[in-house]
């Protein structure tokens, strides 16, 4: 049994159809979502509506949650102040993508679970619980073990930081699926992760990157209407996290 796990779309066309055509040539016999798909992007209906008709499973990410409840920003906002310019900026790109998305497609996304179980692996977007904290791929074995532990699975894959990494466990193998449309690791190319539950431990889980044209969604960007389109491009090139200035 091989299984794909796409995170972290984030409204991106273009790379989200690259990995398409890289799925027909990897053939995996199940596809999975990890949420993230539709917000912060030239094209949330098209990812939605694509994933949709496709029939893939998934979980709900946190950039779902704030289509429906923008309070989280707030309430990050007045825990960490320094994020106050972040949360602004998300609320804005928030409203349109809610306009474009409407009430249908926004309605699915909302009745997504947090967790989705398939054989021996565990699908959540950040933590069990949690949509908004998970570690970063340099955490300590035993903050894995702490945040991931009480899913009892064989393998446990979370997207949420945008960084692709396998941790073999004492335990259990811990995975981050990375971004399609948005990585963080220095990396532009879309990420994702195949398993393969027939193979020894040690090598049933891998990362697959595929290159796009980082370019041509930087042109979509721009032609979308999405408040701060070029911050996102910005990122998108640089394939690392950029603070607002």
Same mark, same amino acid.
């Given at each position: 049994?091989r299984? /794909?796990?796409?995170?972290?779309?984030?409204?991106?066309?273009?790379?989200?159809?690259?990995?398409?055509?890289?799925?027909?040539?990897?053939?995996?016999?199940?596809?999975?979502?990890?949420?993230? &798909?539709?917000?912060?992007?030239?094209? %949330?209906?098209?990812?939605?509506?694509?994933?949709?008709n496709?029939?893939?499973?998934?979980?709900?990410?946190?950039?779902?949650?704030v289509?429906?409840? %923008?309070?989280?920003?707030?309430?990050?906002?007045?825990?960490?102040?320094?994020?106050?310019?972040?949360?602004?900026?998300?609320?804005?790109?928030?409203?349109?993508?809610?306009?474009?998305?409407?009430? /249908?497609?926004?309605?699915?996304?909302?009745?997504?679970?947090?967790?989705?179980?398939? !054989? %021996?692996?565990?699908?959540?977007?950040?933590?069990? !619980?949690?949509?908004?904290?998970?570690?970063l791929?340099?955490?300590?074995?035993?903050?894995?073990e702490? /945040?991931?532990?009480?899913?009892?699975?064989?393998?446990?894959?979370? !997207?949420?930081?945008?960084?692709?990494?396998?941790?073999?466990?004492?335990?259990?193998? &811990?995975?981050?699926?990375?971004?399609?449309?948005?990585?963080?690791?220095?990396?532009?190319?879309?990420?994702?992760?195949?398993?393969?539950?027939?193979? /020894?431990?040690?090598?049933?889980?891998?990362?697959?990157?595929?290159?796009?044209?980082?370019?041509?969604?930087?042109? &979509?960007?721009?032609?979308?209407?999405?408040?701060?389109?070029?911050?996102?491009?910005?990122?998108?090139?640089?394939?690392?996290?950029?603070? %607002?200035?």
């Amino acid at each position: 049994m091989r299984t /794909a796990i796409l995170s972290d779309i984030h409204g991106n066309r273009t790379a989200f159809d690259a990995v398409l055509a890289d799925l027909r040539q990897t053939a995996p016999d199940l596809i999975l979502h990890g949420g993230d &798909l539709a917000q912060g992007g030239s094209s %949330p209906a098209y990812i939605v509506d694509a994933i949709q008709n496709l029939g893939w499973h998934g979980v709900m990410g946190n950039v779902e949650e704030v289509l429906w409840a %923008p309070e989280r920003l707030d309430e990050i906002a007045a825990r960490v102040p320094q994020l106050r310019s972040l949360m602004d900026r998300i609320r804005e790109m928030v409203v349109v993508t809610r306009d474009w998305l409407g009430p /249908a497609r926004i309605s699915w996304l909302r009745a997504l679970p947090q967790l989705h179980r398939e !054989g %021996p692996l565990a699908l959540v977007h950040a933590s069990p !619980g949690n949509l908004w904290r998970s570690p970063l791929a340099t955490a300590a074995d035993a903050d894995f073990e702490s /945040a991931y532990a009480s899913l009892a699975a064989p393998i446990v894959v979370y !997207g949420h930081i945008h960084t692709p990494f396998v941790r073999h466990l004492p335990n259990f193998t &811990l995975s981050n699926s990375g971004s399609v449309g948005l990585p963080y690791d220095a990396d532009p190319r879309a990420s994702y992760l195949l398993i393969d539950d027939s193979l /020894a431990r040690a090598s049933q889980v891998t990362i697959r990157r595929v290159a796009y044209d980082v370019e041509a969604e930087s042109r &979509l960007l721009a032609q979308s209407g999405l408040p701060h389109a070029s911050w996102v491009a910005q990122i998108l090139r640089s394939a690392q996290y950029v603070a %607002p200035s």
